[in-house]
C-alpha cells in the first residue's frame, strides 16, 4: 500500500469548491490501495471515510471567514508544524500538496524525506488575488508575489493542472517545462449528481420547500456567494429579464455573504424573483440542483476551474456560461455562451433558454451528461494521478541508486 500525505491549507472539509476535489479525489485513490493522510486547518466537517489530522486552533483566533485572511499566515504556520509532525511519523511514500501554500510546506518536507511532491494546482496565485481585488495588476507586490509564485511552482516534481488552459499558462509564463505539466480537470461523481435518482415528486418537493411555483422556469446556481463568482451579474441579468416581461425564478445556493446579496437583490427589485437557501450541505446538492430548467454560471477567472459545471453536466442541466477557455473546456460544442462581462447578454441568453421547448432543452441535457460520463470522472483521473505517484516514485528510487 502507497503512503500519501496530503497538505490541505484549507478548513477541509466544507461544500464548496476546491474542497469537493480534494474529496472525491481521495476516495478515488483509496479505492486504488493508496493509504492518504490529509493534514488541514483545525476546523472543518469530518468525513468518515478519511484519515484527517488537523492543526491545533490559534489561541487568538478561534473563528474565521471563507476566503483569504491576514490570519491565514499564522494557520500556515500551524499547518506546516503539523504536516512535519505527521510525515516524521507516518513516513509517506510521497507528497500530494494542494495549494501554493501547501506546496511551500510540501517541498521542505519533501526535501528532508527524499521524497517526491505532486502540486495539485487549482488556479494562479496572483490572478486569484487580483480577481478577489488583493492585488493591483503591475504593481510592486503583485510582482513580488508573482516572483513567489513561480518559486513554488518550480519545486514540484509534477503539478497537476485544473484545465489545459491552465497547463498553457504555466509553461508560457512561468517557464515550467511541459514533461512536468499534466492536465487532470476537475471530474464529477456521476452516480451521486443523476437526475434518475430523483422522482418528480422529490423534485417538485424542492420547489415547494422554497415557495417557488411549478410551472416556471427554474435557473439554478450552486457555489460561493462572492462578486468574483459573478453573483451581481446573475442578480442584474434577472433585473433585465423583469424589465422584459420574462416569467422566471432564480435559486441561487451557497455561501457566504447571503444576507449582503439578498439586499442587492431587494435593492434591484427582485427579491421575489430570486431565492438565496444559504449553505447546502454536499450530500443534497444533487437532489435541490434537479429541481432546475437549467443552470447559470458567471465566473470570469481565467485561471481557475469551475467545477460546479460537472455537476451540472451530470445532472443533464444546460448551462448558461460566460465565455472563458475554462468553460470551452468543460461544455465542449454544447454550452450557451456569452461574452466574459456581458450582463444584458447574460440575460438574453437565460431568455433564449427559458423559450427553449423542453425537449430540446433535454437533449442538450442528455448530450451534456455524455460529455461528463466520456471526459470528467473521478475514477479515470485517479488512475492517472495513480500513474503519476508510481512514475515519480519509480524514477526517485533510480535517483537514490544512481547517488549511491
Same mark, same amino acid.
Given at each position: 500500500?502507497?503512503? @500519501? ?7 477541509f472539509?466544507s ?5 469537493i ?8 485513490l ?5 493509504r492518504?493522510?490529509? @493534514? ?7 468525513v ?18 471563507? %476566503? ?10 500551524y499547518?506546516?508544524?503539523k ?10 511514500d ?6 501554493h ?6 517541498? @521542505? ?8 511532491l505532486?502540486?495539485?494546482?487549482q %488556479? ?14 503591475? =504593481? ?17 516534481d ?31 461523481d ?38 468574483y463568482?459573478?453573483?451581481p451579474?446573475?442578480?442584474k ?16 445556493? %451557497? ?21 438565496f ?8 446538492a444533487?437532489r435541490l440542483?434537479s ?6 454560471t458567471?465566473?470570469?477567472? =481565467? ?10 453536466m ?5 448551462? @448558461? ?5 475554462v ?6 460544442a ?10 444584458i ?14 425537449p430540446?432543452?433535454?437533449?442538450? %441535457?442528455n ?7 466520456t ?8 488512475q492517472?494521478?495513480d ?15 544512481? =547517488?549511491?
Amino acid at each position: 500500500m502507497r503512503k @500519501v500525505l496530503m497538505i490541505a491549507p484549507t478548513s477541509f472539509f466544507s461544500d464548496y469548491g476546491g474542497h469537493i476535489r480534494i474529496l472525491e479525489e481521495t476516495l478515488a485513490l483509496q479505492e486504488l490501495d493508496n493509504r492518504i493522510c490529509i @493534514v488541514t486547518y483545525y476546523k472543518g466537517k469530518d468525513v468518515p471515510a478519511l484519515d484527517i489530522r488537523r492543526t491545533a486552533p490559534l489561541p487568538y483566533r478561534t473563528e474565521y471567514e471563507v %476566503g483569504s485572511s491576514r490570519h491565514k499566515i499564522a494557520f500556515d504556520v500551524y499547518l506546516a508544524l503539523k504536516s512535519l509532525r505527521v510525515a516524521l511519523r507516518e513516513r509517506p511514500d510521497i507528497i500530494h500538496a494542494h495549494m501554493h501554500e501547501g506546496t511551500l510546506i510540501g517541498w @521542505v518536507i519533501a526535501r528532508l524525506l527524499r521524497i517526491p511532491l505532486i502540486f495539485d494546482f487549482q %488556479g494562479s496565485l496572483t490572478a486569484e488575488m487580483i480577481d478577489h481585488g488583493f492585488l493591483t495588476h503591475g =504593481s510592486f507586490w503583485h510582482r513580488a508575489i508573482r516572483r513567489t509564485e513561480r518559486f513554488i511552482d518550480h519545486r514540484a516534481d509534477m503539478i497537476l493542472t485544473s484545465s489545459k488552459q491552465v497547463m498553457k499558462r504555466l509553461h508560457e509564463e512561468f517557464r515550467m517545462p511541459v514533461d512536468r505539466l499534466h492536465p487532470l480537470p476537475d471530474c464529477v461523481d456521476i452516480e451521486r449528481f443523476n437526475s434518475g435518482r430523483f422522482t418528480d415528486e422529490q423534485k417538485a418537493a424542492v420547489r415547494t420547500r422554497y415557495n417557488i411555483p411549478a410551472d416556471i422556469p427554474l435557473i439554478v446556481y450552486l457555489g460561493l456567494l462572492t462578486d468574483y463568482q459573478g453573483i451581481p451579474h446573475m442578480l442584474k441579468a434577472a433585473a433585465h429579464l423583469r424589465d422584459q416581461g420574462e416569467i422566471f425564478h432564480f435559486l441561487i445556493m %451557497g455561501f457566504p455573504s447571503v444576507q449582503h446579496y439578498r439586499q442587492m437583490a431587494q435593492n434591484m427589485g427582485v427579491s421575489d424573483v430570486v431565492t438565496f437557501t444559504g449553505r447546502v450541505p454536499y450530500n443534497e446538492a444533487p437532489r435541490l440542483l434537479s429541481a432546475g430548467d437549467f443552470a447559470i454560471t458567471a465566473k470570469m477567472s =481565467s485561471t481557475e476551474g469551475s467545477g460546479k459545471m460537472l455537476n451540472y453536466m451530470a445532472l443533464g442541466l444546460p448551462v @448558461v456560461a460566460y465565455d472563458t477557455p475554462v468553460h470551452r473546456e468543460y461544455l465542449g460544442a454544447h454550452g450557451t455562451y456569452v461574452p466574459a462581462g456581458d450582463q444584458i447578454g447574460l440575460a438574453d441568453a437565460i431568455q433564449t433558454l427559458i423559450h427553449t421547448p423542453p425537449p430540446e432543452r433535454h437533449e442538450i %441535457g442528455n448530450q451534456l451528461r455524455q460529455r461528463v460520463t466520456t471526459h470528467f470522472t473521478w475514477p479515470a483521473a485517479a488512475q492517472q494521478i495513480d500513474t503519476i505517484y508510481q512514475t515519480l516514485l519509480t524514477q526517485n528510487k533510480q535517483r537514490t541508486t544512481n =547517488s549511491q
